[in-house]
Each structure stands twice: as structure tokens, then as C-alpha cells.
């Protein structure tokens, strides 16, 4: 067997996050009574639920997207009725990001269906590779650290 190099295990680890997240999205979509959000809609929505009033070019700064791609976004979710847009009295130009009721309510279902999924497949697991995922968390935590550290 070919020994694992910091190149192929990366690639591996990319592999399975990324067959995860295709799975996990494919199965909330099949419950989902309303039409599915892409990836980076919900990553705004998820920022913005976080930092409500945020404008959008700090949305795109924190998501790493140009802005004209974040006011796209932006204008969807709004027009779907997710996100409110309010002017900043500091700057009337500007506008601040809300999250509606129905995005609050959304993401709510969302996380709770994903949660459902994930946690009743991990209690199938054998108890030791569910130690084993568990154990690998912290310096998973670490390599999304350390990847957010090159981009300063």
C-alpha cells in the first residue's frame, strides 16, 4: 500500500466532506415540502442570521464573494421572502440585511431535518467509529483554522 502523503489524505478528507454534504443535501431535499435553496443562499442567510443588519458588502467579504454575486443572492432571497432589507440610517444608501420570520422558521426545519439525518445515521455506526468521528472533530476544527489563516 502507497504511504498517505499530506497531498492525498487532503484529498480524501475533501472526498468524504464533499460526498457527505451531496448526500445530506439530496436526502433534506427529498423531505423538503418547499423548493430548495442553493449552498451559498443559505450561507447568507446563515451570516445574516448571525450578524442581522449586516450590509452587503461585509456578507460578501465574510462569504469571500464579489459583491455583485452577494446583491444577486440578496435580491433572490428577498424576492422569496427570506431576507428584508431595511436602509442604514447611519448611510441611506446602504441597506441592513434582516432575516424574515420565514427564513427564521426555515432554517429552523432545515437544521432540525439535517440534524435528524446526520445523528440517526452516527447511532448506526459501530460505538467505535463513532468515537473514532468524534475524536478527529477537534483537528478537523484545527485544518479549518489553519486554511482560514492563509487567507490573511
Not at 502523503?5 to 484529498?11: G, H
Amino acid at each position: 500500500m502507497t504511504p498517505k502523503t499530506p497531498q492525498t489524505t487532503a484529498d480524501d478528507v475533501m472526498a468524504v466532506v464533499l460526498g457527505m454534504r451531496r448526500v445530506l443535501r439530496r436526502r433534506l431535499r427529498d423531505l423538503s415540502a418547499t423548493p430548495t435553496l442553493r449552498g451559498a443562499q443559505v450561507e447568507v442567510l446563515t451570516f445574516v442570521e448571525a450578524e442581522p443588519g449586516s450590509g452587503v458588502a461585509a456578507v460578501a467579504r465574510a462569504l469571500r464573494l464579489a459583491g455583485n454575486s452577494v446583491s444577486t443572492l440578496v435580491n433572490q432571497l428577498v424576492d422569496a421572502g427570506l431576507l428584508s432589507r431595511e436602509v442604514d440610517p447611519a448611510d441611506r444608501r446602504a441597506v441592513r440585511l434582516f432575516l424574515t420570520d420565514a427564513a427564521h422558521a426555515r432554517l429552523a426545519r432545515w437544521r432540525e431535518a439535517r440534524s435528524r439525518l446526520l445523528g440517526d445515521a452516527f447511532a448506526r455506526l459501530p460505538a467505535q467509529e463513532a468515537a473514532t468521528i468524534a475524536a478527529a472533530l477537534p483537528a478537523l476544527r484545527l485544518l479549518i483554522s489553519e486554511l482560514a489563516e492563509e487567507d490573511v
